[in-house]
């Protein structure tokens, strides 16, 4: 018998909403309505995604098609490469609902502030109700967030943190933080061994849903950045679930001990390494954190990991979220330190003979994958230091990495990672010499430049670099009470040292500027 083409209410799912939990699935009935899931070439191109980011999103989108449908959901799915596919999420709808007549568009609230801006428009434009429901699988509302910022003078992170342990009650006491103190971070920097053993998170066969979209992929993005293959992720929610499950048999325990190291050739070190299956939906962020409480409770993980690991979902996920729809659509164009600089091309090949960037870059583009020390302290210190356009800079990261969405990515990126916003996010720029790097990886030893020369072209460029930031946004900077002993060293060098500091830095920045192998 052939299913009648009209439904009631018609269910948009988006591809970073793949969760049976979701608050549009959940007002809708299997029954009588019908969900529309769509690949469209907009999303995979406003800016050039790696190839492993859209074979992701693409292979557990199908998946989660598949689920639902087990669900019993009718499900129209729209493959990137079905005919008469336009290429838009607008469009797409457009087309489902002049097909199927719902009386209704229900819709959770997207991630991104220009998909929200679209769908704002689709009442008027489909003559249809549209609701937009709030995304309840959050630990904070975008309501709650907002109520936490009304008055405050500063938004740390720290602050909301502790609001969060205290609501969820992770990791509490009665209303005292486990152990003492609410922050471990200061037991979670010690440096990483190469006869250290590190065990791999948990990779997954291609099936053939994941194959089908891997050919797909190969012939419609060769142009875009990245390996494809070998491709491991997990895609459905059983392999993400099986995945995190293995991090706390196998690393949990010492993810908090190792979390800001890097090695040489050691990708994944203790992470878990599944924020892409978090952001995309097959992970719900606060069963995972009760997971984490309960190895530490039962003895199967120290404080120090646990707290750390709950920190970054709880603490700064959260509260990254939060920031970027309280502060957007100008947070976008932030630019607090004025500065211009194009993105080096290296960032796009890895070609550089700086060894920590060649690591970081490389690995990116093997994987879609680097941790948040690789992401902070190399690629966007660097980019930070040498004055590239923080806007350039987000656009990569969300490119070239497979967890980023906008939400997440903008401000950990802007605020956090280039100061752009001038210290909304961040009590001060997250920036090092070379004596950083070298304390938390191996990656100097087999560097061109040497790390413990200052100055001069056998250098380590972030040494010149790191003062002749200082000094340039001075202006800005300088009344930081977090950087007045920085400034205060820098006033002790004297003219002639300052002068030999920014006169190598200006020989580093030209050369980069010209393009040449640095």
Avoid at 311 to 330: A, C, D, F, N, T
Wanted: charged content about 25%.
């Amino acid at each position: 018998m052939t299913e009648p083409d009209h439904c009631r209410n018609l269910v948009l799912v988006l591809g970073d909403q793949l969760s049976p939990a979701l608050s549009s699935l959940k007002r809708a009935d299997a029954a009588v309505d019908r969900v529309l899931m769509v690949e469209v070439m907009a999303e995979a191109t406003y800016v050039r995604h790696h190839k492993k980011k859209i074979a992701f999103l693409f292979s557990a989108m199908r998946h989660f098609a598949e689920e639902l449908r087990a669900d019993g959901w009718t499900v129209d799915y729209v493959t990137l490469d079905a005919d008469g596919n336009t290429g838009s999420f607008s469009g797409e709808v457009a087309r489902a609902c002049q097909r199927l007549a719902p009386q209704r568009l229900l819709v959770t609230e997207p991630g991104e502030w220009r998909v929200l801006e679209d769908m704002k428009g689709w009442a008027a434009d489909l003559r249809l109700p549209v609701d937009i429901l709030t995304d309840t699988r959050f630990i904070c509302s975008l309501a709650e967030f907002r109520g936490w910022a009304t008055g405050r003078k500063q938004l740390r992170m720290e602050y909301f943190y502790r609001d969060m342990r205290r609501k969820t009650g992770l990791l509490m006491e009665a209303d005292k933080p486990a152990g003492g103190r609410w922050n471990y971070d200061a037991d979670n920097r010690k440096p990483a061994k190469p006869d250290l053993f590190m065990p791999a998170p948990q990779g997954f066969t291609p099936d053939r849903i994941t194959r089908e979209v891997l050919d797909l992929v190969a012939e419609r993005f060769d142009d875009h950045i990245g390996a494809l293959e070998p491709f491991w992720f997990p895609v459905t929610r059983h392999q993400a679930e099986e995945a995190f499950d293995h991090f706390l048999e196998t690393a949990l325990a010492e993810f908090g001990t190792y979390q800001d190291a890097m090695l040489s050739g050691e990708k994944f070190l203790f992470h878990s390494v599944l924020s892409t299956c978090l952001n995309a939906g097959l992970l719900d962020p606060l069963q995972l954190c009760r997971k984490v409480e309960a190895a530490f409770r039962e003895g199967r993980a120290p404080l120090n990991a646990a707290e750390g690991y709950i920190r970054q979902i709880l603490g700064w996920r959260e509260y990254v979220r939060g920031i970027y729809w309280l502060k957007m659509p100008s947070y976008a164009s932030q630019n607090a330190l004025a500065a211009e600089r194009a993105l080096p091309g290296f960032y796009w090949t890895g070609e550089t003979r700086m060894r920590c960037l060649a690591e970081a870059v490389s690995q990116t583009l093997d994987e879609a994958y680097a941790h948040h020390i690789q992401r902070l302290m190399v690629t966007g210190n660097f980019a930070l230091l040498a004055g590239v356009r923080p806007q350039e800079v987000h656009e990569w990261y969300l490119a070239v990495y497979a967890d980023a969405y906008e939400w997440v990515e903008m401000p950990n990126t802007l605020g956090m990672s280039q100061f752009a916003d001038g210290g909304l996010l961040a009590s001060k720029p997250y920036m090092s010499g070379g004596n950083y790097i070298n304390r938390m990886s191996d990656y100097c030893g087999d560097c061109a430049y040497d790390v413990r020369q200052r100055t001069g072209p056998k250098a380590c460029p972030f040494n010149a670099l790191y003062w002749d930031f200082l000094d340039r946004n001075a202006a800005v900077l300088k009344g930081n009470p977090r950087l007045g002993q920085a400034y205060a060293t820098w006033a002790r060098m004297g003219a002639a040292k300052q002068e030999e500091y920014t006169r190598s830095a200006a020989e580093v920045l030209a050369r980069l500027d010209s393009g040449d192998l640095i």
